[in-house]
């Protein structure tokens, strides 16, 4: 725990300008991130006494190690830039909303040919139009559905779409008309995006032009005594009509609005956003976050702003944003919000009428999201406590392991060796941290000079970081100062190392630490066989009741490294597999060379075979098993493939060399 006042800037240092500081730990980590009006005025507010603080802030300050500052020229560029670091350091004492899950949206593939409509998730792509977010995926579908009546977009993917183009026959929604059969030529691609431009106007809320038309055609029809085509213009008024009340009416003048609403404590804050786009709410969504930081709810709704319009751009930002409190610098964060949008934006808080009425319908739902979260967190949150204080207490440590990195390692008959890496940090599991290792030091199979090179390496890593930050040099050499702060890929020290395997794998582990000096890292082994957790040096294994929760935690982290590990090995096979000289022998497809690999086990061990043993692989031939001959003499040993995902040289058995 750093004093503040050993790492507090000199008086003058600071400019009185705006800006956006960064406070950092002893490792260089960029823990957190803010802006002000006046830098000297604001970062001297968390140099007073620690008493005076509040307990967040001063947690902060005294894990930090360092302040550093940027100045910029108006408070819009702060806003930006304060922005992109919170996204790219991802600072721990940062207020960080979570998406309580991952919301589907009902997209419009503009950007291909014959655009498609589908469900996506995930990250925005350029050239896409979404509408949304849905609560679930179903809801999409039944709108899409009835939508399909009247506007017969493709919605199939595109192996099926080329299927159906070379067998020149539509899918079945073809058939039943709810496809306009682009594949097959039934319509040119220009009436066909034609059709999706249609079916995106109706969901952007341009319904009434539609019904207009339709009840028209309907009309004509009837008038026409064509009673079978006004039947079927009635049925897709009525199915547009349908999913027009899918979307409630909520506001009478067609309004385009956002509306933002929170449910807070002094832990924790919930955020849920109504999407309103011509009077009807066109998604929902809701974040959860700690209160990590001292902030109020006017903070709270500007980092809400940040996290939405952050990455959008055009129409995506709604010309009228409704907040329950105005961020500190109202004019600033609207100047944001217009130029992301392109025009201008009304940032404001309702006063009366349906918006109240509405904003008050979405703090019942923030309300609502807070409570079930702290109900499903309690008991997250207990049993992790509970599992990581049994894993402390069993295996003698001085405090619960917060941060745990297991290790595991898979070949497939002892090709392809290599290793994986997960992190659990308050035990859940840190996928930005999961590491990959390709074995190095020596061919063929050997789990436990695997597991001994690995956490060489692993930690190697760690020390070459410290040093280079300064934390641990023996010649006390400064900092680089080229040093960005970004999160490294071996910087953090776990409190505990675990390996999947028994005692032999405990003593690499532990012997590979000893040998670099490190003894602050508790080790231990998860055996398969009968779930025994070893210590280095212990002759009898530690038996964790089955029903221990520390068991289970430790099952888990286990279980999860060994299957990255698994699809790491995989994916190295088939890129080695897929890059073979077997690509040059003629007619030789993806089946057979793998039904080869497999019997043989490898290239090296192929190219060693003679014809009658090659003929003995079920589906080849005599010629094509002399072309195989063929086609390995006449490759060159002496050009090795290159490893695509890592960059290595990789010889015939796929192993990187040293």
Wanted: hydrophobic share 40%; proline share 5%.
């Amino acid at each position: 725990m750093a004093d503040p006042s050993s790492y507090r800037p000199k008086p003058g240092q600071i400019p009185d300008s705006p800006g956006v500081y960064k406070f950092r730990d002893e490792h260089r980590r960029v823990i957190y991130v803010g802006k002000a009006k006046s830098l000297r005025q604001r970062l001297a507010n968390y140099f007073q006494p620690l008493a005076s603080l509040h307990p967040r802030t001063a947690t902060m300050v005294t894990t930090a190690a360092s302040v550093e500052w940027t100045v910029v020229s108006t408070e819009v560029e702060a806003l930006q830039l304060e922005y992109s670091w919170i996204k790219e350091y991802d600072p721990r004492f940062n207020v960080k909303y979570r998406d309580d899950k991952s919301y589907p949206y009902l997209a419009v593939t503009m950007n291909e040919e014959f655009p498609r409509v589908q469900v996506m998730r995930g990250h925005k792509k350029k050239g896409v139009r979404y509408f949304g977010p849905y609560a679930h995926a179903w809801a999409i579908r039944e709108t899409v559905d009835l939508m399909l009546r009247v506007f017969p977009v493709r919605t199939c993917s595109a192996g099926v779409f080329r299927n159906a183009a070379s067998a020149g026959r539509p899918c079945l929604l073809g058939y039943i008309g709810k496809c306009s059969a682009p594949c097959v030529g039934r319509v040119t691609p220009e009436e066909h995006r034609e059709l999706a431009e249609e079916f995106s106007d109706f969901m952007a809320g341009r319904t009434g032009t539609y019904i207009r038309r339709l009840e028209k055609q309907m009309m004509l029809a009837a008038e026409d005594m064509e009673y079978e085509k006004a039947g079927r213009l009635r049925d897709d008024i009525e199915a547009l009509r349908r999913a027009m009340e899918k979307s409630a009416v909520v506001l009478a003048d067609a309004t385009d609005a956002d509306l933002i609403a929170l449910a807070e404590d002094e832990l924790e804050a919930a955020v849920q956003i109504f999407h309103v786009r011509g009077g009807r709410v066109r998604g929902q969504r809701g974040w959860v976050t700690d209160k990590v930081e001292a902030v109020d709810t006017a903070g709270l709704v500007e980092h809400a702003l940040q996290q939405l319009y952050g990455e959008e751009s055009g129409d995506a930002v709604p010309k009228e944003v409704l907040v329950p409190a105005l961020p500190e610098d109202a004019e600033a964060v609207t100047a944001w919000l217009t130029g992301r949008r392109g025009s201008n934006v009304s940032l404001r808080i309702p006063q009366r009428g349906d918006k109240k009425d509405l904003m008050t319908t979405v703090a019942r739902n923030a309300q609502q999201a807070l409570v079930l979260h702290k109900t499903k967190r309690a008991s997250d949150l207990t049993t992790r406590s509970r599992a990581l204080e049994e894993i402390a207490e069993a295996l003698d440590l001085e405090s619960a392991p917060l941060r745990i990195e297991c290790f595991d390692i898979s070949h497939l008959q002892g090709e392809d060796v290599v290793a994986s890496m997960v992190v659990f940090e308050d035990g859940l599991p840190r996928k930005s941290e999961y590491r990959r290792f390709q074995i190095k030091g020596f061919e063929g199979q050997d789990d436990v000079r695997s597991m001994h090179e690995v956490i060489g390496r692993r930690f190697r890593r760690y020390l070459a970081e410290k040093e280079k930050t300064g934390e641990w040099d023996p010649e006390g050499v400064v900092e680089d100062p080229e040093e960005t702060g970004r999160p490294k890929r071996f910087a953090y020290p776990p409190q505990l190392v675990v390996v999947d395997g028994g005692q032999p794998q405990v003593a690499a582990a532990r012997r590979a630490l000893d040998e670099l000096g490190i003894d602050d890292i508790a080790v231990c082994g998860l055996a398969k066989r009968l779930e025994e957790v070893w210590l280095p040096g212990d002759d009898d294994p530690v038996v964790l009741p089955r029903s221990s929760e520390g068991l289970y935690l430790l099952q888990r982290v286990r279980d999860t490294a060994h299957d990255f590990a698994i699809r790491y090995q995989r994916s190295k096979r088939t890129k080695r597999i897929r890059t073979s000289p077997l690509d040059e022998v003629p007619g030789l497809g993806d089946t057979r060379k793998r039904a080869l690999i497999k019997h043989f086990g490898s290239v090296k061990r192929l190219r060693q075979a003679t014809i009658e043993q090659i003929c003995e692989v079920p589906g080849m031939g005599r010629k094509t098993a002399e072309a195989v001959v063929v086609a390995l003499a006449q490759a060159a040993p002496a050009a090795p493939a290159v490893n695509t995902a890592t960059g290595e040289i990789m010889d015939d058995d796929g192993g990187g060399t040293a």
